[in-house]
């Protein structure tokens, strides 16, 4: 079973989005997606060359908004999932400048696009960047 992060990490995630996971026609994976996943993510119009990518983890939901607790069934190919920024440096120097509720990006594996993202809430970014985790 799943232990969501947020028991695992005592803090809140930092926001929420809605996501559509590529097939492998499309550049994703080959194989489906389960809970766990630790692919990065990318801002759309960022040249990753320049700018990287970012460690930032997908926490999958179910249609009720309910954390994903089976680590044996795939998530669904789109839905929305709980964001959760693995730096603390990254969340105050970067990103809360720049999640904002619109925002795309994406799941990336390297240089590789996993699926297309879309801020939908701002949770615990703003008091997670003032607090030392």
Partial sequence: MWV?????RN????FSIKYLIYSEEEGGKKHPVFQGLRCDFAYDGDDIKETGIFAIHPEFED????????????VPKQGTARMWIL????????HINRIKVGVIG???AGSRRLGQV????????????????
């Fill in 118 to 133: 879309e801020v939908i809430e701002i949770l615990g970014l703003n008091s997670n960047a003032e607090s030392l985790s």
């Fill in 11 to 14: 803090l809140p995630p930092d």
């Fill in 63 to 74: 249609k009720c908004g309910s954390i994903i607790l089976d680590r044996n069934l795939p």
């Fill in 87 to 94: 730096f603390p440096e990254m969340r105050r120097e970067v």
């Fill in 4 to 8: 969501p992060y947020e028991k695992v």
């Fill in 106 to 108: 994406y799941f990336m």
